[in-house]
């Protein structure tokens, strides 16, 4: 694709990482490895270029980018796909953990709100639910993340629930998961724990996670890679993507996507079209619930893994929408 453009068109999609590619890389990198993450901003890039007249309203460009974005994510991902929350700079070690003791959707608008900085309204149209829903969503998942990490800050002082300390210091020696929601069950059920003074908002928490930096081999693989189908069941009357799901119903397990150089060739799964108990149908319903066991790297690599690691099943009003 990339060597039948125009050198015009060319440059035009170089423009384009450079104006939207660290914020698109950053969103696709909290789900996808690095690589992955890359080829997901490049493919959005060409589908963005090559049918950016789909949306007229100026108002929706920004959401429509992310949604395309968030359509090759889905694309590239893989079954045991794993992101990462990490970031370079002046941060908590404690705040990709608070993130990822989140339910998977709540997490997502949350990041998508505040270090991204959509509305409700944009989010809204990108994942098809009404603007009052996505706030309600937002606002539990910024009340989640302000009540663990005030638990978590209590815990660690002199007067801290010893439960919670105690279970802080199985996640120390075996972070991961698993360890995690144990963590997240106690301070759901410790009015000690629930009563522990926030002393911070999720916004400013948030703000204090950086961008991710956008690699310099991004131009390299523009060059493999594919927009999406010009038409067909990948596209919404409105001109957007339809939205796949990133979490695997019922612990089912999901099959494995087509490759980034593919392109897709079933209708993708909105949604809306959920079947209870199987998989999400589309390409990117990343069956990555599980603990990813990797005995062979070293115990800073293994450890990085564990803590981006998938979360348990989410929140069911996203999980059980409206069905056509």
Known sequence: MWRTLSDDARQAIRDLCDKHGARLYD????????GDAEQAVAGAAMTTHLYADRVVDPALRRPWLYAVARAHRAVVAKPASIGSWSRPGRMSELLPEALLSLERPQRELLDLSVRHGLADHELSVIFELPPAEVHTIVAQAAAGLEE??????????????????ARMA???AAPGRRARARIGRHIQSCATCRAAPRTMTAGT?????????LPGTLPNRLASAQPLPGEGPLWRADGFPVQVRTLVENGSSS??????????????AGPTTATPGKPWSAAGAAAADQEHPDHQHSGHERSERERSGREQPADQRLAAQRQP
Not at 27 to 34: D, I, M, P, S, V
Not at 148 to 165: E, H, K, Q, V, Y
Not at 205 to 213: F, N
Not at 255 to 268: E, R
């Open 27 to 34: 969103y696709c990198r909290t789900e996808l490895a690095a």
């Open 148 to 165: 663990w990490f005030a638990a978590i800050i209590a815990a660690r002082s002199r007067d801290g629930c010893p439960d919670l300390t």
């Open 170 to 172: 199985e996640w120390v």
């Open 205 to 213: 928490l948030l703000r204090r996670l950086p961008i991710a930096a």
């Open 255 to 268: 099959p494995a996507p087509p490759g980034a150089d593919a392109t897709p060739s079933v209708p993708v």
